[in-house]
């Protein structure tokens, strides 16, 4: 399976962005997770897609933009046109969640959904075709550095399951993604439940090297997540 890493850049120096992104990429991260929050949705407030287009010039891996925000559609062409390559969002935020998923991928996007700890999986059901991403919240959104919630774990397994389900009945590669507190000692059992798309804000830019880059910290992740 392949495994993805997609530092958060939530927990970056948000002073020097486009230096943390180009060193991330340096250090071998598939993707910049990109946290999308609107003082609404979730109590936090943070960057949006001017923000998006300012690093984008920067590196060359995927921007995966993770919306916390209600409503969600206005925002879809705006970060699209701002360089996003993913646009996740949450399905109790849209109102016409098939529509939404439509939308990010009529403007050439992957698009996802994000389920927060009690939202439950079966919301998938129905629009499993227009996924690209299933991304299970292993915090509630809103914040980094939180404690990873152990009940993530069944519930991957059970999304693993649909997952493979669908795609061995000739649908399309989904991707399933976990979002807070991954660490080097769990990576490990979660990607053992079924997770193939890794988000570390807190545990990657908490613990730069002496060089001031992520290489060492990169690279236990990645060596833990495939053991
Ligand atoms: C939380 C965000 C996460 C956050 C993860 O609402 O969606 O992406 O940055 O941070 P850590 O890895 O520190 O839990
Ligand atoms: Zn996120």
């Not at 914040?143 to 389900?165: C, M, V």
């Amino acid at each position: 399976m392949t495994i993805r890493i997609a530092p958060s850049i939530l927990s970056a120096d948000f002073s020097r962005l486009g230096e943390e992104v180009r060193a991330i990429e340096a250090a071998g991260a598939d993707l910049v997770h990109f946290d999308v929050m609107d003082n609404h949705y979730v109590p936090n407030l943070t960057i949006g897609p001017l923000v998006c287009e300012a690093i984008r010039p920067h590196v060359k891996i995927g921007i995966d933009v993770h919306l916390m925000v209600e409503p969600v559609d206005a925002l879809i062409p705006l970060f699209a046109k701002a360089g996003a390559n993913i646009i996740t969002f949450h399905p109790e935020a849209s109102r016409h969640v098939d529509r939404t998923l439509q939308l990010i991928r009529d403007h050439g996007c992957k698009a996802g959904l994000v389920f927060n700890p009690a939202t439950p999986l079966s919301l998938m059901d129905h629009v499993m075709d227009k996924l690209d991403v299933v991304l299970l919240m292993s915090v509630n959104p809103g914040f980094g550095g939180q404690k990873f919630i152990p009940g993530t774990l069944p519930k991957l397994l059970e999304a693993r399951q649909r997952i493979d389900t669908h795609m061995a009945n000739g649908g399309q590669t989904i991707w399933l993604e976990v979002d807070g507190g991954v660490k080097v000692d769990n990576i490990g059992e979660i990607v053992a439940a079924g997770a193939d798309t890794l988000v570390a804000g807190s545990a990657v830019f908490g613990a730069p090297d002496n060089n001031g880059g992520y290489h060492t910290v990169m690279k236990q992740l990645r060596k833990n997540a495939s053991a």
